[in-house]
RNA sequence: UGAGUAAAUUGAAUGAACGCAAACAGGGGCUAAAGCCUGUUUGAGGAAAGUCCGGGCUCCACAGGGCAGGGUGCUGGCUAAUGACCAGUGAGGGUGACCUCAAGGAUAGUGCCACAGAAAUGCAGACCGCCUAAGCUGUUCUUUUGGACAGCCGGUAAGGAUGGAACGGCGGGGUAAGAGCCCACCAGCAGCCAGGCGACUGGCUGGCUAGGUAAACCCCACUUGGAGCAAGACCGAAUAGAGAAAUGUUAGAGGUGGCCCGCCUCAUUUCCGGGUUAGGUCGCAGGACGUGCCUGGCAACAGGCAUGCUAGAUAGAUGUUCAUUUUCAACAGAACCCGGCUUAUAGGUUUGCUCGACUG
RNA sequence: GCGGGUGUAGCUCAGUGGUAGAGCGUUGGCUUCCCAAGCCAGUUAUGUGGGUUCGAUUCCCAUCACCCGCU
């Protein structure tokens, strides 16, 4: 689990991120990013009712929020982030997720540092 | 031992590492608090679910009156309260243990009872059948009284046929044929007596008979105000508006119920102080609480004593990896709280009782 | 968390206690040299489980699924 400051918290962050970040689709997820003005990353879930019951929902986010916490080195800095899951991630494997969060992660590092 | 029936209980465990949330203590820091670091403790359920009922709590009058509307509907008890629960009554099902039932009123009134059937509620109704006793007509026999046959006028609810249901059932007497017309028994109704707090049960007497449907309208009895923790209270930048007192109360509007009444507010003046929204703090977990024992009660439950404190978030906390055991483990995740109900659920354990078979 | 609604044929909808209907679709036939259109005939259903009633799509209870609103 990521501390509070690492989170994203507020309805108004939320809102922001999906009306003016970049999206990224993958099979397991959609990734919204978002500079943010502060020094560190923060990392928002969203687990539509769709995936199943308050269980299987539950389930998804620890997953993901674990894998963020073991691949935390691979987040840029000065981003916010929003994960929403999508229906294959229930099928998935940790490993396979892992991999798929890290490339994810480090995309809008490599966009600005081309853009510098 | 097989089949069944009624309940109770459990809902993988242990250790290590890295993490999350809350509380407490210390450190550091600061106007102060929080964030930060270290340590300790604690951290989802029997259904947390559905939201089908009931209550606490909060605001609207400390919830008021009337009408309308809703709910409940055998009796007694229990409870904070209920449509729940317990004990009983009645009806129905099962060989039985046991199970099911919204189970007041059809003599307050209204409606409906398709098709079939003669007739479906009006003390109604004659299709087939049964009968010609009384009355009338004809034929015929006879000395006559009168008899026989046919018909009319009729009588008849015993039998057949229709239907879920045909105006008590069945037997005997009776009769032209029949009929509670009369009688016995049974069902049902009314009254009285006895038992029971009561639902009701038993007995006696009476007059002979009253269709079903109220989960159709309705009547009767009891009961019910509305909204909901996103309730509500406080802090509070910007913006500009609220509160108190006095006066006024014609009209209209608002205060979250359908309508009426009632209650409160508005309008003006004076005083000076803070509505709504983003956000934050509280509400928020010590409670109709859990466990054990004792007492009362058939029981639900109540009382007493001892002991325990056992989640409290706000994008919303339980995960990942490894090891061991015995099978790799169902349904499923707290969001103000509690009592019920209903639904989902891999398996494991225990108890009472019934029926059958075998053995002694 | 709270409130409201709907389940009827493959699809869209009717149906206020007495044999469940319409349109589109679909199948077969007729018509045409062939197709379309047209005509005729058929096919398929009351979400599930109980109860009340002689009889339930309809009345009552429970349950399941879906949809909408407040926030």
Sequence with gaps: ?????????????????????KILKTRYFVLYWRPNGLKN???GFSVSKKLGSAVIRNRVKRQLREVCRRKAA???????YIFIARFGI?????????????????????KTEVEK
Aim: aromatic residues 12%; without cysteine.
């Design 90 to 110: 229930k099928e998935t494997s940790p490993a396979l997720l892992e991999l798929e969060v890290a490339k994810a992660a480090a995309k809008p590092g490599l």
């Design 41 to 43: 990353y923060r990392i």
């Design 1 to 21: 689990m990521l501390k509070k400051v690492y989170r994203l918290r507020k309805r108004r962050d939320f809102r922001r991120t999906y009306q003016k970040g």
């Design 74 to 80: 691979a987040f840029v800095p000065g981003f916010d």
